[in-house]
């Protein structure tokens, strides 16, 4: 039987409250996912958590080993993906306490490995082909369904689709940055939705974004450019309420041998090469 049949990237605020949390260590074939999966029961389902950044906040976006992430949750099971993370409004409107649900993506990251086919053997002697899966709507439709719905069950009015960018960081956008991409009608910026977004399509796992906005990026505001210290204190501020959301969008996902979405098909045609765990 599998561990877990969902998965939750992000902090330790998610878990750390559970009763019963079973810590186990994953290796992948990609190396060490970011820290341990933390398994325990969420309304009745079974749900692996996964410190994006590694316990203490130690890795930079960067940095994380997003193969190793994916890869591991679906080794225990995991099918259906929720990832949560903090990211900076590109419109007045998306102020501090915005939670968007995206439903396009922007990639201008620079140096992440982002695909598990790129032809080099895994340390099993196995070798990945070359496959190119569809990614015109990253995000799973069901999942953005629950996770909406989850949100407004709280009166927490959500907005329903946008663009995120992902940059590379770890610094913030300089403000010809900033401007430029509100200036695109994208809707938000962060730094860690891809490739985790890209990595779960190749996995057929469907993933779903949620975004809580915790600052104006620099372009949107008049002051000083974005504080770390300000993100650390909006997300403080909401964090109960979007782990009171993540665990009713938990509740509200289908069975995961029952999805029907565009994600499970993302092989559809292709000779992977190599065996998903
Ligand atoms: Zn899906």
């Keep these: 039987m599998a561990d877990a049949e969902i998965g939750v990237i992000g902090g330790s605020g998610f878990y750390s409250f559970l009763d019963d949390v079973t810590e186990i260590t994953v290796d992948t074939p990609y190396g060490s996912p970011s820290d341990s999966l933390f398994l325990g029961e969420v309304a009745g389902r079974q749900v692996a958590f996964l410190p994006r950044h590694g316990r203490g906040h130690h890795l930079p976006p960067h940095r994380i080993n997003y193969r190793a992430n994916l890869w591991a949750l679906r080794s225990v099971g995991v099918r259906q993906v929720l990832g949560p993370c903090a990211v900076g409004g590109l419109r007045p409107e998306y102020g501090p306490g915005t939670l968007l649900v995206p439903d396009q993506l922007i990639?201008?990251?620079?140096?992440?490995?982002?695909?598990?086919?790129?032809?080099?053997?895994?340390?099993?002697?196995?070798?990945?082909?070359?496959?190119?899966?569809?990614?015109?709507?990253p995000y799973c439709p069901t999942g953005r369904r629950a996770a909406l719905a989850a949100s407004r069950g709280r009166d927490w009015e959500p907005v329903d689709g946008g663009t995120l960018v992902v940059i590379e960081g770890p610094r913030f956008s300089t403000r010809a940055e900033s401007r430029w991409h509100a200036a695109q009608g994208w809707s938000v910026v962060g730094m860690t939705g891809h490739p985790e977004a890209v990595l779960a399509r190749e996995l057929g796992l469907c993933y779903t974004s949620l975004t809580l906005v915790t600052d104006l990026d620099a372009g949107t505001e008049t002051g000083e450019g974005v504080s770390h210290e300000e993100v650390l204190r909006v997300f403080g501020q909401n964090v109960g309420r979007l782990r009171e959301v993540l665990f009713d969008a938990v509740a509200a996902l289908p069975d995961s041998t029952a999805r029907d979405c565009l994600c499970v098909g993302a092989h559809d045609g292709w000779d992977l090469g190599i065996e998903l765990p």
């Design 107 to 137: 990639d201008r990251t620079k140096a992440r490995a982002q695909t598990y086919f790129d032809g080099k053997p895994l340390p099993d002697g196995s070798i990945p082909n070359v496959v190119h899966v569809t990614f015109a709507d």
